[in-house]
Antibody
């Protein structure tokens, strides 16, 4: 059974750095072809891909947010970490992590999401 | 970046009716790398369709996807009460990570 769960702060101040952790089970990020990504959704708005990381440590970022994002993995802990710098109130959103599909970069399994509010 | 435009924004239908949702891409989506998701209030999205027409595990066969190039369609043959939700398309054919459409809400008429 594949599960993912996001953890991190629920409230951050403007200009601070957000660090989110995705802890997963049921698969290994050291297996060829496997990837994990982060997606966010502002309240009442659409989904937005943020970053992906693959089993071979290849990383891809949203072009519009690339300068602010870093994605890393800890295979031994079954975790993927996303950091986003210089947080702004417009970054208030539910942040999801997801396992990528077996046949492409779609999100086949999702975590429950974690709401992050950016406010002073 | 490929922009996906979904239409209509809201679809008002009754249970038992057929729903047809459109997703149009600003450029051709290579190899039909298009997925559809369903999202209910307060829940994470759920994968329905990948590769434009392949149903994900456990998805009922009343859901079907079709299309290629720039025009894609999600069809729900007969709406069940649990199908009223927001639906998103996503392309993953170019420059990962991919892009999502803005969503179509299917509401009870």
């Amino acid at each position: 059974q594949i599960t993912l769960k996001e953890s991190g702060p629920t409230l951050v101040k403007p200009t601070q750095t957000l660090t989110l952790t995705c802890t997963f089970s049921g698969f290994s990020l050291s297996t060829s072809g496997v990837g994990v990504g982060w997606i966010r959704q502002p309240p009442g708005k659409a989904l937005e891909w943020l970053a992906l990381i693959y089993w071979d440590d290849d990383k891809r970022y949203s072009p519009s947010l690339k300068s602010r994002l870093t994605i890393t993995k800890d295979t031994s802990k079954n975790q993927v970490v996303l950091t986003m710098t210089n947080m702004d109130p417009v970054d208030t959103a539910t942040y999801y992590c997801a396992r990528l599909g077996d046949y492409g970069d779609y999100a086949s399994y999702w975590g429950q999401g974690t709401l992050v509010t950016v406010s002073s | 970046e490929i922009v996906l435009t979904q239409s209509p924004g809201t679809l008002s239908l009754s249970p038992g009716e057929r729903a047809t949702l459109s997703c149009r891409a600003s450029q051709s989506v290579s190899s039909s790398y298009l997925a559809w998701y369903q999202q209910k209030p307060g829940q994470a999205p759920r994968l329905l369709i990948y590769g434009a027409s392949s149903r994900a595990t456990g998805i009922p066969d009343r859901f079907s996807g079709s299309g290629s190039g720039t025009d894609f369609t999600l069809t729900i043959s007969r709406l069940e009460p649990e199908d009223f939700a927001v639906y998103y398309c996503q392309q993953y054919g170019s420059s990962p990570p991919g892009t999502f459409g803005q969503g179509t809400k299917v509401e009870i008429k």
